[in-house]
């Protein structure tokens, strides 16, 4: 038990530990979390509020590559007829087809896109130059008929001629890619073919530069039964 002169004691000694920290409260800084004034003495947990749930914003920058095509357009091995040598390039252009002959009558073929009303032609050509995201200069054709389109246009994902071009001939036409596959099968270019970003890539590793290249009017399909077999296609 303790006498009136100790409990007189311990009281004193408490009352100097609440103002040492009172005065060191008041003299830190204002944002700082207060001290408790009996520091000896256990303190109850303190619960943190739980953080905000954050949503993931779906991303939007799509190029299309993952377009689905019709099975048709779709790139597969078929039964093809044709007494071209393997490793032409035959282009079906009433048909939307480009065929890459690997002769004993199969061929790859690709769906395509190709020259809308008045700008399509046909001839026979070669391959002069490969490119890989080739740049875009529009030729001085294009451009008094679209004047607003750019003088020139760095070779990516944003550019009209996809990841891949090989260029025919001496002409202004060029098979090459696309950064909008949704027209692929359809007429709309002025006189260039073009393929997925995928399909043309493809190609472009098959072919090497002089490979012959024809391309059919709208007014002859190419020389294939009508009903093609689809006979495999595995490669990537």
Partial sequence: MLGISGFRSLSGRLLAVAALALMANAA?????????????LPLPPVQQAPEPQVQAIPDTNDDGASTELPARLK?????????EAPGTIVIDTPNTYL???????????????????????SGVQ????????????????????????PRFMVGGPGNPLGARAMYLGGTIYRIHGTNAPNTIGTRVSSGCIRLTNADVSDLYSRV?????????????????????????YNRE
């Fill in 28 to 40: 830190s800084p204002a944002f700082a979390a207060p001290l408790p004034l009996f520091p000896f």
């Fill in 75 to 83: 790139r597969q091995i078929v039964n093809y007829a044709t007494r």
């Fill in 99 to 121: 065929y890459f002959v690997l002769g004993n009558g199969r061929a790859v073929r690709y769906g395509i896109g190709v020259g809308r009303d008045g700008f399509t032609w």
């Fill in 126 to 149: 070669s391959i002069t130059r490969k490119a890989e995201w080739p740049n875009w200069t529009p030729p001085a054709e294009m451009i008094a008929r679209q004047p607003y389109l």
């Fill in 208 to 232: 090497r530069v002089g490979t012959k290249v024809v391309v059919l009017p709208m007014t002859r399909r190419a020389d294939i039964p009508v009903r093609s077999q689809t006979i495999a």
